[in-house]
Every structure is written in C-alpha cells, then in structure tokens.
C-alpha cells in the first residue's frame, strides 16, 4: 500500500440540496407559504451547490477591509469587499430575502422569506446580516409616512445596487441601524448622541456608536437625544445634495465569527439626520425593527442547527469505525438523533414566528403571541445553537476541527444569535415585560399550546408547570431564564406534537418535557426511533 493513498475518508457533501428538508418544507406549506416552494427549491439546490459554498468561504477567508482616507489623504470611510460578498447579497436582494415580503399583499410572504433566509443562509451566514436589518427597517420607518413612502420601494428592490451615491439616484438600498454604546451596550437609554433641530426640518447629530453593523450601508436607523429625549432618526451616507453625510467610520470590530460582514464604531461629526416616529419615543419605534431582527436570530440559529445535523450525519453515514460505518453505532445514532431533533424542533417554530408575523397586522391574537414567542424563542433557540455546533463539530472528530471541513466557521458564528439584539437576560427579561405590559400575549401563549392538549401527557404537564410558574411573581426576575426556557420548550412542544413527525415529537417530549434526557446531547432514552429521525438529515 503506497502511503498516499487516501481511504476511509468521507465523500465531499457539495453539492446537496439545502431544501431537502422534510420540517422546512412541510412548515412552508402549513404556515401559508406553500406557493414559494419552487423558489425555495431552486434556491435550496444553489446554496449547496459548489459556487455558493465557493463564495461563502471566500468572503470569509478575505474580509472586508476598511478604506478610511484616499491616496491623497481625503476621508472616503468605504469598505471594501471580496468579490465573493457581492454575489452573495446579489443573490439574496434577488430573491426578496430583505425588504420585498412588506411590498408583496400575498398571503404567506413573511413564511416563505423566512423559509428562503433560511435556506440561502446555508452559503454564508455574515451577509444575512445586512439583509435582516434591511427586512427589519421598514416597519420603524413607516413611523415617519414621507419617508416610508420615499425610500420603501428601493429598500424592497429586487436589485442590489452597491456603491456610494445619493440614496434616491440608486435602483435598490440596503440598511443598517446604530443604536448602541461604549458606555451602555444593551442599556440604549444611557445614549449620549445628541440630536439638535435645525430649520430645515432636520436634526444635528453629533456622537459615537460602538457597534454599528454593515457600515457599508446607503442608510441607518439610530438613536440620538433630542429635545423631547431619545428619539430615532434616519441618516443616509449620502445626503440629497450629493454630498457626504459625516458618518466617520473609525475601525471594523476584529469578531470571533460573522468575518464576512463589517461591523463597526462610527462617529457622527454633525451629521444630517431626520426623525422618525415622535421625539422621545426612540426605543418605541425602533423596537419594530429589533423584534423582525429576533426573528431573524431565530431563522439564523435554526439554520445553523441543520448545517451541523446534515453535516455530522453526511459523515457518519460514510466514514467507517471499528468495521462498519459510524453511524451504525447504537452511541453514534444517539448523537445524530438528538442533533436533528433540537434541528427540526427549532425550524418547526421558527416558521410558526414567521407565520405570526404574516397574520399579526390583521389578527391581534396572532399579534400578541408574536409579541411574547419571539422574545422566548429569541432566548431558547439562539442559546442551544452554541452547543449544537460543538456537538455537530465532534461527530467529525479532528476532520471537523480543521478549518477546510466548515465546521469551525459555523461554530464560531453559533454564539452570535444570541448576542445580536438582545443577549440572553435581555431576551429572558423582555419577555417578562411583555407580560407585565401586554397581559394578553400570556393568554395567546396558553391559547396556543393548549391546542397540543391531550396528545402528550408530558406536554401537558410542563404546559401546568408553567400556568404554575407565572402564577406567582415574586423573584420573577430571578427565575427568568428558567422560566423563559420552559415557556420555549412547551412552544416547541405543542408545535411539533402537533404538526412534526412522530417519532421527533415523542423523542422531544420524552426528553425535554419529561425529564428522560442527560446534559449534553447523545442521551435519548432507549426506545427512540433514531432510524426515522436520522434520516430527516439525508440530503444526497
């Protein structure tokens, strides 16, 4: 045997099909999307083919680069992208993965956006950045109607029009938004941008933001103080005139992972910006934007979870231990099963989010539980997706630990969910202000998972715990996370008792309702119907 031979190593997965995914699919056509399919097909079989996964590793592996002055010494503040990073936006502005659901009056617009997110995702999770926050724009900016009515049509464009010039002379627009700072973080009230009116109907802004993501953007939605406090504005890069707007780009944030996309600290040295929605009523109007972000979390997390499932079961199918294949391993199949359980419990409910988002502006009950299950979901979801990865990542052994496998990159981009808009007590304790505030969310909850009422004992018993738990709040704050993490799982719970397969429904509530179910993955009881699970992850 010559020792280069290469054997016993598994097969390259590119190209597969990204929408071979029965909990997708099957969630599409349940939550009133069903008419995208072909679309979520074509662009399934895109982003697992070896261009997409070709420019997803490209982009990360050449990051942008911040351009802060010009060869004569003139600031430029542009950043510069691979190549690769433009064909990904281009093919997400293309298929409407940004603002397009809020100009399309079908019904099921938000499931199937959500579906296609999740889908084209696969090929690089950093770009999906700027997508979201464009997606999540246009609610806040109808606070202000001359402005929705302005610039609505090219934030939802079909066509991704990269360059610095005048917003209104361009053919589509991609933005951003800039709320937080080095000395508040999360707390956006401790801002100290300020805001000054001007006579043109305009407002003065002078601060610094610590993290403002894809500065690259035509437009951001920020937070400044005004007269009557902190208020929301909109600032374009370029102003009507043509002339730059002061928005100083000062470094790109040196991030664990989402390398694709800048984020960055900018500096407003009297910029133009104008107000949306009233002055003081900042957190207010902004706060649409932040809840369509969540759900993106939410998207992104569930879609980071079947990457690493596929992955590890791709792997195990075809790599051979001790005389047969890995996954013909009792211990193994435990692993596989459980990672694709947590995979199609977070789908099922992310296109639940999405299907509550559709029908919220015409049914207040569905507005409600939106309301309250995203900031539960946002908490649940986003925290799991860490330990997904790294178990996902160890089904491969050292392969999975190199770079070139793609395991590191989702591992790295796994805890970024759950930091983005909101870290976890933040999630947790948005919640707990929704029921304080909107008591009728709480009672969209209960209406919700009590349609799963009697098909599950264990479900039935957690869906009590938590009548129980809310009954009394006292040391509620201290009890959030355990809380928010029971209201989540009875959510995945009743949806897929409900709508998934039987086999992951069983094995789901035997575990994370029942209580049959060790710490880390791998410890399904005895019993399980693993065969059927696994195969949910075929996609070749």
Not at 28 to 46: I, M
Not at 201 to 220: C, E, L, N, Q
Request: charged share 25%; proline share 6%; hydrophobic share 40%.
């Amino acid at each position: 045997m010559h020792t280069h031979d290469v054997f016993n190593q598994v097969p390259e997965l590119v190209p597969f099909d990204v929408s071979r995914n029965p909990a997708l699919l099957e969630g599409l056509h349940r939550e009133g999307g069903g008419w995208a399919e072909p679309e979520v097909r074509a662009l399934g079989l895109r982003a697992g083919g070896a261009e997409a996964q070709e420019w997803g590793r490209l982009a990360n592996d050449y990051p942008p680069v911040l351009r802060t002055h010009d060869r004569y010494g003139n600031r430029i503040d542009e950043v510069e992208f691979h190549p690769a990073w433009h064909q990904l936006m281009a093919v997400a502005v293309e298929h409407g993965l940004h603002g397009s659901p809020w100009l399309d009056d079908r019904p099921g617009t938000h499931v199937a956006r959500a579906a296609k997110f999740y889908t084209w995702g696969v090929a690089d999770a950093g770009h999906m950045c700027p997508i979201s926050m464009t997606y999540a724009v246009i609610p806040a900016l109808r606070h202000n109607p001359e402005l929705a009515a302005r610039f609505e049509p090219l934030l939802g464009s079909r066509s991704y029009d990269f360059g610095l010039r005048e917003p209104s002379g361009k053919t589509g627009l991609i933005a951003g938004m800039s709320m937080t700072e080095k000395q508040g973080g999360s707390d956006v009230r401790a801002n100290t941008t300020t805001a000054t009116p001007r006579p043109d109907g305009g407002y003065r802004i002078v601060g610094h933001k610590w993290f403002t993501s894809a500065p690259m953007s035509d437009m951001f939605l920020t937070l400044a103080k005004a007269p009557g406090g902190l208020s929301c504005f909109l600032l374009p890069r370029v102003l009507p005139d043509g002339t730059r707007n002061p928005i100083r780009i000062q470094r790109l944030k040196d991030k664990l992972g989402n390398r694709s996309n800048a984020s960055s600290e900018i500096e407003y040295e009297n910029a133009t910006g104008w107000l949306v929605g009233p002055e003081g009523a900042g957190v207010k109007t902004i706060i649409e934007m932040v809840n369509m972000t969540r759900l993106d979390c939410v998207i992104g997390s569930a879609t980071g979870m079947r990457v690493g499932a596929v992955h590890a079961v791709h792997h195990a199918r075809h790599r051979q231990t001790f005389g047969k294949p890995l996954i013909d391993h009792p211990a193994m199949r435990n692993v596989l099963a459980d990672l694709v359980i947590e995979s199609d419990a977070a789908t099922t409910v992310m296109l639940r989010l999405a299907g509550a988002t559709d029908r919220a502006g015409t049914d207040p009950a569905e507005a409600a539980l939106r309301r309250i299950a995203l900031a539960i979901t946002k908490y649940w979801v986003c925290k799991r997706a860490p330990a997904h990865a790294a178990e996902a990542l160890e089904c491969l052994g050292g392969n999975g630990y190199a770079e070139e496998s793609g395991m590191p990159r989702l591992y790295r981009e796994a805890p970024l969910m759950s930091i983005w808009e909101g870290s976890g007590n933040v999630a947790a304790l948005d919640a707990l202000r929704a029921m304080a505030r909107q008591p009728e969310s709480v009672e969209a909850y209960f209406a919700e998972v009590s349609l799963a009422r009697g098909a599950d004992p264990r479900l039935d018993d957690v869906i009590d715990r938590v009548g129980k738990e809310l009954s009394d709040f006292s040391d509620i704050e201290y009890r959030a996370r355990r809380v928010i993490e029971l209201m989540a799982l009875v959510l995945q719970g009743a949806q897929l008792v409900r709508h998934g397969h039987s086999a992951v429904a069983d094995a789901f509530c035997a575990t994370r309702l029942g209580d049959d179910w060790g710490i880390a993955f791998g410890t399904l009881p005895v019993g399980v119907d693993t065969q059927s699970i696994i195969e949910r992850a075929f996609v070749s």
